[in-house]
Nanobody
Framework: QVQLLESGGGLVQAGGSLELSCAASQSIPSIHTMEWHRQAPGQERELVARVTSGGSITYADSVKGRVTISSDIAKTTVSLQMNGLKPEDTGVYYC????WGKGRYFWGQGTQVTVSS
């Protein structure tokens, strides 16, 4: 059973930085995308950033210019560097990997990010 293990969440003041990391417990075949999503209290889960196996990157408008996603498909790791954090960035952050080979997403358990004003 593949597990995605996130780390790096925590409490930070507004304007601060955090780096989230995610690693798979075993290899995932035919990765198409590696992603970070977040879910704020009372809100739906939303995409924060996505990188494809071809290197294309997409960011949510709300985080553009403040976050950077990086990945190593061969090692099945993905990171999210977040700078200039705002209270509205508070939420549980999940990494996700979509595998063409398995035809499904794999999800991590989530890591809490709290930004105080």
């Amino acid at each position: 059973q593949v597990q995605l293990l996130e780390s790096g969440g925590g409490l930070v003041q507004a304007g601060g930085s955090l780096e989230l990391s995610c690693a798979a417990s075993q290899s995932i075949p035919s990765i198409h995308t590696m992603e970070w999503h977040r879910q704020a209290p009372g809100q739906e889960r939303e995409l924060v950033a996505r990188v494809t196996s071809g290197g294309s990157i997409t960011y949510a408008d709300s985080v553009k210019g403040r976050v950077t996603i990086s990945s190593d498909i061969a090692k099945t790791t993905v990171s999210l560097q977040m700078n200039g954090l705002k209270p509205e960035d508070t939420g549980v952050y999940y990494c996700a990997v979509y595998s063409w080979g398995k035809g499904r997403y794999f999800w991590g358990q989530g890591t809490q990010v709290t930004v105080s004003s």
